[in-house]
């Protein structure tokens, strides 16, 4: 299945792309995905499906558009 990872602010220099869009197996979880991307799962980090948040074990489905942002601070 085909799904889309788009990755926010500092992330995109990290890992070299801004979006993707990637051929996935069926039943890959959104956090397999932050493997497939190499994200250090140790960094602190939101990870949203279609504009919700999803949970790390959660299935993703065709078509689904995953984005993955560092947590900021400040004000």
Do not use: C
């Given at each position: 299945?085909?799904?889309?990872?788009?990755?926010?602010?500092?992330f995109?220099?990290?890992?070299?792309?801004?979006?993707?869009?990637?051929?996935?197996?069926?039943g890959t979880?959104?956090?397999?995905?932050?493997?497939?991307?190499?994200v250090?799962?140790?960094?602190?980090?939101?990870?949203t499906?279609?504009?919700?948040?999803?949970?790390?074990?959660?299935?993703?489905?065709?078509?689904?558009?995953?984005?993955?942002?560092?947590?900021?601070?400040?004000?």
């Amino acid at each position: 299945m085909r799904i889309t990872v788009k990755l926010i602010g500092p992330f995109i220099q990290a890992f070299g792309f801004s979006e993707k869009e990637l051929d996935v197996p069926s039943g890959t979880t959104a956090d397999s995905v932050l493997d497939l991307v190499a994200v250090d799962r140790s960094r602190p980090k939101i990870v949203t499906r279609n504009g919700r948040a999803v949970a790390p074990g959660e299935e993703l489905r065709q078509g689904d558009r995953l984005v993955i942002s560092p947590i900021y601070s400040g004000g």
